[in-house]
């Protein structure tokens, strides 16, 4: 099946720096993406729906200044974190699909710890 | 509207015996199912999928599922459960549409033990 591949996988960061997550699509084109957050043992919460060339959807409840998304291209698309605090600690997955036919891959997740 | 439920948190089998995952949906329009396995620390790992045609779908890891459109259930299920399945399963709905946004259960943990 398609890759997707996020990165970093661990990250520990600061409270009140910024930290970027990329998703790429290895091997397909993805108009859109989608961020999730995952806290432990729960679900996963769709946090913004990423689209190439405009602007993100966010969900209900997402600070879209906080959770900045960028999809400059057909293959990457970035999650931003902009001063992170403790409670942004999380898990955070994306995943993009080949259609709605089709089934969605998921990145492996990025493990964020604020400290 | 579209929905999941996945009625147990958790599902405790021995090795060898047959396991079963619940699912129920709801949608209003045609759905399309799909099930993911999730280890720890990871993303999610795609099963199997119904979109049209049989309603019993064979999928990786010799997990299969059976679509009831009476029931509106779509439960996950292996004849032999091994101590390797033992992981967070997640059931998701979509209904077709272009905005390829997909709906999850709550999950549910399995531990199969040996």
């Known amino acids: 099946g398609a890759v997707v591949s996020q990165h970093p996988s661990r990250v520990i960061c600061k409270s009140g720096t910024s930290v970027k997550i990329e998703c790429r699509s290895l091997?397909?084109?993805?108009?859109?993406m989608f961020w999730y957050r995952q806290f432990p043992k729960k679900s996963l919460m769709l946090m913004a729906t990423s689209n190439e060339g405009s602007k993100a959807t966010y969900e209900q409840g997402v600070e879209k200044d906080k959770f900045l998304i960028n999809h400059a291209s057909l293959t990457l698309s970035t999650l931003t974190v902009t001063s992170a605090h403790p409670e942004d600690s999380s898990f955070y997955i994306c995943?993009?699909?080949?259609?709605?036919?089709?089934?969605?891959?998921f990145g492996q997740g990025t493990r964020l710890t604020v400290v | 509207a579209q929905s999941v439920a996945q009625p147990e948190d958790q599902v405790n089998v021995a090795e060898g015996n047959p396991l079963t995952v619940k699912c129920t949906y709801s949608v209003s329009g045609n759905p399309y199912l799909f099930w993911y396995v999730q280890y720890p620390n990871r993303g999610l790992q795609f099963l199997l999928k119904?979109?049209?045609?049989?309603?019993l779908v064979k999928g990786s890891y010799g997990f299969e599922a059976e679509f009831n459109k009476s029931q509106t259930s779509f439960h996950l299920k292996k004849p032999s459960a091994l101590v390797s399945d033992s992981a967070l399963y997640f059931c998701a709905v979509r209904v077709q549409s272009n905005d390829y946004k997909l709906s999850f259960g709550a999950g549910t943990t399995v531990t199969v033990r040996a």
């Open positions: 119904y979109i049209t045609g049989d309603n």
């Open positions: 995943s993009a699909s080949l259609g709605s036919y089709t089934e969605a891959f």
């Open positions: 091997d397909f084109q993805a108009t859109t």
